[in-house]
């Protein structure tokens, strides 16, 4: 049986397909442009629409915010509410985001401090009635600012007169969490024989004097652990915001602001050195302009400096704390040469 092909027909059927191809695109597009100019979105989020830059794809609108988190609430219907400072352009604008416990994805570990947290903010949003071009909320999510990102971005701030002040750090608060850290000491002989650490966030309670020395009261908190120590010192070295340095002893201590968080740095002779009291009495002898030795030179006077020897500053410090009793600490083997404020 011979098929006859009605070419007027197929053409005809062609043009149809073309022209419904055509009419589908151009829906498509006018809808793409119209999501791409505006959508309707809650008005919790408007501000997002106004400050952060906005992507498509797929039907789904997407913000990308640089903000500052600037503190953190949970408010009586159990939502958590961030008050912060959306940054566009150089400028900052006020907004406040509440939404219940399970959605925003964020680090609350991370996140709720005292200090101002720079973060990005992502909130995906789809369609939800297309003919209306009404959107709802899929996700929104939280993330840290790198330490590396957070310098550019103050200094473009402050070059057009934004100054923010209290930033948190991830690197500073590393240590803090760590509470101590391992830092220069002081060479003899072109070599360091005396080590020295530094102690983070420690809160000064009390200062008295007593029998020519000064007694402080200190408090620390490690893995939400409470601990405190006492120590004491002849004389040490007192650090204002402008690095300039005052010495501290019996007599004047009470001319001084030094209580509450403090720095501490303490020397400890390292035991790979094979110091005597000779050798050291000697040294302090020679380098008098180092004030900050002078409490480490007047302790050797009256105990053998074995009894000052650290093997592991690390394991020391960890021992220490492990081995409190009623969260009470002996850091007798360390020696206070200066205090730093926050």
């Not at 070059?159 to 760590?178: S, V």
């Not at 403090?262 to 094979?274: G, I, R």
Request: charged letters at 25%; a negative charge; one cysteine or more.
């Amino acid at each position: 049986m011979k098929i006859v092909v009605n070419k007027v027909l197929v053409k005809i059927t062609l043009i149809v397909i073309l022209f419904c191809i055509v009419i589908t695109a151009g829906v498509f597009l006018v809808f793409q442009k119209t999501i791409n100019e505006r959508i309707s979105i809650d008005e919790k989020y408007q501000s997002m629409e106004e400050h952060c830059v906005k992507t498509t794809e797929f039907g789904k609108a997407t913000f990308d915010c640089i903000a500052i988190i600037n503190w953190y609430e949970a408010n009586i219907d159990g939502q958590n509410c961030f008050h912060m400072s959306l940054i566009e352009d150089a400028s900052l604008y006020e907004y406040t985001l509440c939404e219940d416990s399970d959605a925003i994805k964020w680090d609350s570990k991370t996140m709720i401090s005292e200090k101002k947290v720079p973060i990005y903010i992502k909130s995906v949003f789809s369609p939800q009635y297309v003919v209306f071009g009404s959107y709802k909320r899929d996700s929104v999510e939280f993330s840290l600012i790198s330490d590396s990102e957070i310098g550019p971005l103050l200094h473009t701030l402050a070059e057009h007169g934004i100054q923010i002040e209290n930033i948190r750090i991830q690197e500073y608060e590393n240590l803090l969490a760590k509470v101590f850290y391992p830092t220069n000491g002081v060479k003899i002989e072109n070599e360091e024989k005396i080590g020295g650490v530094i102690l983070f966030s420690f809160n000064i309670l009390e200062v008295w004097s007593e029998k020519g020395n000064v007694y402080i009261r200190l408090e620390m908190i490690k893995d939400e652990k409470s601990y405190e120590t006492i120590i004491s010192a002849n004389s040490f070295l007192l650090a204002d915001n402008s690095y300039s340095f005052e010495e501290v002893n019996a007599e004047n201590f009470q001319k001084f602001d030094l209580l509450g968080e403090k720095q501490l740095v303490f020397y400890y002779l390292k035991s790979d050195t094979e110091l005597t009291n000779e050798e050291v009495e000697n040294f302090c002898i020679g380098e008098k302009s180092l004030k900050e030795i002078k409490n480490l030179c007047n302790k050797v006077k009256t105990t053998n400096v074995q009894e000052l020897i650290v093997e592991d500053i690390s394991k020391y410090m960890e021992e220490q704390l492990t081995n409190a009793e009623k969260g009470i600490v002996d850091f007798s083997k360390l020696i206070l040469a200066l205090i730093i404020p926050r």
